[in-house]
């Protein structure tokens, strides 16, 4: 891999990614930008403990542009993009409208393929592989700036999720605090720690679901995909390595190779859930990582990726309602069990 840095013409950093070592990428942002303005700031509320990001300024936000105005494809023909290059593998750069900017964090889009109409389970097992490489350097130079806790990578597809960009992407949100969710795994980590004499929350999941069989969606060498017996969406797998690690940099090289197959089976998988005649499948796909200054703790913490659709049926959707959005207290309509059985047997011949 190649990586290469440069700067657009308000200052935001841009990174070229290559499978290539000989690749040149200097290509001059020539728009005429004004400096990046942000009033990105954190509130903390009270009576929950969460901390919400205050941003204003993302109500300007590119919002659905047509694909010949698309700000994630390269550079052509006279019109210029995010990307000033005619052409790129995996490109990252500074969100031009961050949720966390300065002292709040860091926000960074992800470009993973310059094919407009694409989508990640369209790449080859070498393309998800250089995507791979970006989001663990990006984790490692994230967790270098003092005001960067936490390194979330994650990926938004469809409309049906809010997605403002039809080309293929995912985010990369540095929080100054752990975030909520992990706060709560942490929680639930030490008291399993306490409760059982040492052993280790993540490792006994895993083990749980290979014992039982019945939602395990496909096994790897390295990796172990399931529907968790809680699940809280309609279709929810989750991804394990094998070997228990706090964050992407500490995957070992054999899971690494791994990995591109079977993200990219299970992403196929996703698409076929409904059937060809429905619309591809919305999904939010989220690594969870430890935050950086969590002691102890965060070698105890696993490293795994949570992919979940919102639609729970063909033609309809699960909406977080009453329940969900008032008490957070999840309703699911589609038995753990049955799920994994449908994702098995859509896999690919």
Not at 196 to 223: K, Q, S
Not at 271 to 291: C, K, L, M, N, V
């Amino acid at each position: 891999m190649k990586k290469t840095s440069t700067r657009l013409a308000d200052g935001r950093e841009l990174l070229y990614y290559d499978s290539r070592d000989d690749v040149v990428r200097d290509e001059a942002d020539t728009r005429p930008l004004d400096p990046v303005s942000t009033a990105s700031e954190i509130r903390r509320d009270p009576l929950l403990g969460d901390s919400v990001a205050i941003a204003s300024h993302r109500q300007g936000r590119t919002y659905h542009p047509p694909a010949d105005a698309c700000p994630l494809c390269p550079s052509r023909d006279g019109r210029q993009s995010e990307i000033p290059a005619a052409d790129y593998d995996v490109a990252v750069f500074e969100n031009r409208f961050p949720s966390l900017a300065g002292a709040s964090g860091r926000c960074e889009v992800v470009c993973f393929t310059p094919d407009h109409d694409a989508s990640f389970a369209d790449l080859t097992e070498e393309q998800a592989a250089l995507v791979l490489e970006a989001w663990t350097d990006r984790t490692a130079e994230l967790a270098e700036l003092p005001q960067v806790e936490q390194v979330f990578c994650f990926e938004n597809r469809g409309a049906e999720i809010g997605v403002t960009l039809g080309h293929p992407h995912g985010q990369i949100y540095g929080y100054p605090f752990t975030t909520p969710r992990t706060a709560l795994m942490l929680r639930s980590l030490a008291e399993h720690r306490e409760r059982t004499g040492g052993r280790n929350l993540f490792d006994d999941v895993v083990a749980r679901e290979l014992a039982e069989g019945v939602r395990i969606v496909l096994e790897g060498e390295h990796w172990v995909a399931f529907v968790p017996y809680a699940a809280h969406w309609p279709y929810e797998v989750h991804l394990y390595p094998r070997r228990r690690v706090p964050d992407l940099r500490a995957l070992d090289e054999a899971a690494r190779t791994e990995f591109p197959q079977v993200y990219l089976e299970l992403l196929r998988r996703f698409d076929r859930i409904f059937g060809d005649a429905e619309p591809p499948t919305p999904y939010i796909s989220a690594w969870h990582q430890a935050p950086f200054s969590g002691g102890a703790d965060r070698d105890e913490f696993a490293l795994h990726l949570e992919l979940f659709t919102i639609r729970r049926t063909s033609g309809k959707l699960k909406f977080l309602a009453g329940s969900e959005s008032g008490m957070s207290v999840f309703i699911n309509d589609v038995p753990p069990e049955a799920a994994a059985r449908r994702l098995r047997e859509v896999a690919s011949t």
